[in-house]
């Protein structure tokens, strides 16, 4: 037994070679020495022995002077300026790739070809950017970069990504995180044997590039799992792009709209329980008629508050804040807006409440789901006999204001009369 391990400990050491060249040497000499061979025999062995040294020496000479070269190599040489072409190629062929940054706007246009590249190949593109929607990172990257445009950087990235995806390309996830990546990172094939991790780490307000670069594979242990343990984190925390239509609901630079767009009202097609104040509220209901339609079809719960044309408050409305139309006027298209109202409910049978207000409204709400998560105020100002209304989004995270005006409509919906819709059809 005492044997045996002997033997499988002088197998597997690093010093094998040694052991066999004393032991050759050994019985060369024994042989020589009792005459047993003959001198041309000991010759040609003692041939092969000194050639077989110098392979060791020559392997042992390498180890060496590896250990004096890792020795002598400082720290800053692992550090680099630019991206290496060995990253270009193992990312142009790669099997599995994870890419976290920025925007990566950079990466997304420039190696666009070879990422589409891989997709076709059959293999998986993993993407995370920063949140484009989310107030507090956008503001961060601002401040630590520099760059005031980053937020559209970032959704040109987004909307080229998005393409790829509607395409069918391939096996391609993008996320986006609330919070600011402070590395760029580009993981190849984690997972495998020569998977490798290049990171990029961000400077403050860089003025050339983003800052230092290392590379590490799996040899380079244990920054190498930290790296890539690091960046899996960042996407485990990540969220599905695209987002639901109220994240979309960036706030806009200054705060005002001069009008809502489609894009805006994406929102509105997702609600559940939709409640809509104003004065005539004619222009919505002329243009966005279908809309109500389907959403009505889909069990929407909508509510409409309109000015009492008959009330005093209508004069009063016309005066402030229609330019070039009287009372009268405006009196007509409150009781067209009533018409196409009966006419919606009465097509759909959907869940549709109208009422009248005598309160001359000093501004127009749409707000949606207003119990429910995802809540979203639209909101109107009606100016002084002005040619525009400054419009503004309010989304449910925007405490108090958001509440604040969510009461308010529930208030003045209170106080109003129940219109009945059949008295609108002639």
Known sequence: MATGRLLHRAVSSPDLDLYVLAAAALVCTVLGSTGVAEPEVLSSAILGLLTFLAVAQVRSRRQVAKLAEAHQRRPTDLLHSEFSEQLFERRANARRLLLIGLSLASTVEAGGQHLRAVLKAGGKVRILVADPYDEATVETIVRR???PEIRDSILHSLKILEQWRRSGVGDLEIRVLRSAPHIHVNAVDVGERDAIITVQFYEYRPEDGYGAIINLSTEDEPWFTHFVAEAERMWDDGEPWPPAPARTLAPARPPFLHRFDEGVFAVVDEARDLLVTGATRNTLLTSGYARF???????????????????DAMAIAAERYYVHR???????RVRYALKLLSELRRSTGGDLTVRLTHYPLSMGLIVVDPTGSGGVVLAEFYQYQAGAEPCFVLRESDDPWFGYFVDEAEAIWQAAGEYPLDAAVE
């Open 293 to 311: 339609e389907r959403l009505l079809r889909a069990g929407c719960r909508l509510r409409f508050l309109l000015i009492d044309p008959d009330a």
């Open 326 to 332: 009287d009372a009268n006027a405006a009196r007509e």
């Open 145 to 147: 970069s520099g760059d």
